[in-house]
């Protein structure tokens, strides 16, 4: 598998795997240590990860396979994330977000005793916080770098505005931005977020490239047409749709990286083949307005 430059200092396979949704996977310890060989073997060495996912446990439970297997930690780039946080409130958990300088840096030393590393080679601020300080965060991501808790830095799910913002103040360090992405989600073409990465050169990880599943339930218009086109593309081609759909992420000259979040290795290998699928760039074109959501002007 080909990997994706992010900066001098790292580079990622060209598709990560995704645990966020570790805790329900009933995996031992054992079994996770053997899926992380797996997808080793199988060149994609990029795994994701974030604190809020289960409250923490999915970084806890990666890091107990890290701590047995002490030699796996150095076969991968780890990548988690920092910013999103629960307050019991009136015996209700209530959502907020908090980027400020000692939050991140308080996250980030907790995530590494979690994962049970020294560093980790990608640590982004999760979510877009309305109540940002671009300067204050922007300092945290820089001492990170600076002791060596993070290789590199980046965003999740930030709009041009505030990704531009913040990277002003970090003097263009950040080297990625974790967007949501797939056939029936247009959020960061219309922003115009695509277009700016694109014309920066920063390469976006992709998470739900397969829209959650969205895409495969009966009954949802808007899917049910982007995977009648899609169907089709792939039947010219003898793969599976969801092929398809990751060789749609990766045409893109933004030079995306999709995350798989499935513990079905069936679907990684469905993803990897996508690099051996070449569209054509019409057929890029049918994907993209096949759910009637976006039309050429």
């Known amino acids: 598998m080909k990997t994706i430059k992010l900066s001098e200092k790292l580079s990622i396979s060209a598709v990560a795997q ?110 877009e916080d309305p109540c940002i300080d671009f300067a204050d965060t922007a300092r945290a991501l820089k001492q990170i770098k600076k002791e060596g808790l993070a290789l590199e830095v980046g965003v999740s799910n930030f709009d041009p505005f505030k990704f531009d913002a913040l990277n002003r103040e970090m003097g263009g360090e950040l080297v990625t931005n974790q967007i949501e992405w797939n056939p029936v989600c247009f959020e960061h073409f219309n922003s115009g977020m695509i277009d700016f990465l694109t014309q920066k050169k920063i390469h976006p990880m992709i998470w739900s490239p397969l829209a959650g599943g969205r895409l495969f339930s009966q009954g949802d218009a808007l899917s049910e047409k982007a995977m009648a086109k ?40 469905a993803a990897i083949k996508a690099e051996d699928v070449h569209l054509k760039h019409f057929e890029w074109y049918e994907i993209y307005t096949a759910s009637g959501q976006q039309a050429l002007r």
């Open 230 to 269: 899609i169907t089709e593309i792939a039947q010219r081609y003898g793969v599976e749709p969801t092929t398809i759909i990751y060789a749609w992420i990766m045409y893109h000259p933004v030079g995306a990286v999709p995350i798989v979040g499935s513990k079905n290795l069936n679907r990684l290998d």
């Open 18 to 127: 995704g645990y966020w949704r570790l805790d329900g996977w009933d995996f031992s310890t054992d079994q996770l240590i053997e899926h992380m060989h797996a997808c080793v073997e199988r060149g994609v060495t990029t795994l994701d990860t974030a604190e809020i996912y289960a409250d923490t446990l999915c970084e806890t439970l990666m890091g107990d396979a890290f701590r047995k297997d002490k030699g796996l930690r150095g076969q991968v780039q780890l990548v988690t994330k920092t910013g999103i946080f629960r307050a019991n409130v009136n015996s209700e958990n209530f959502t907020y977000y908090d980027t400020t300088y000692e939050r991140v840096m308080k996250s980030c030393k907790e995530s590494l005793k979690r994962l049970g590393t020294d560093y980790v080679d990608l640590y982004l601020i999760h979510r």
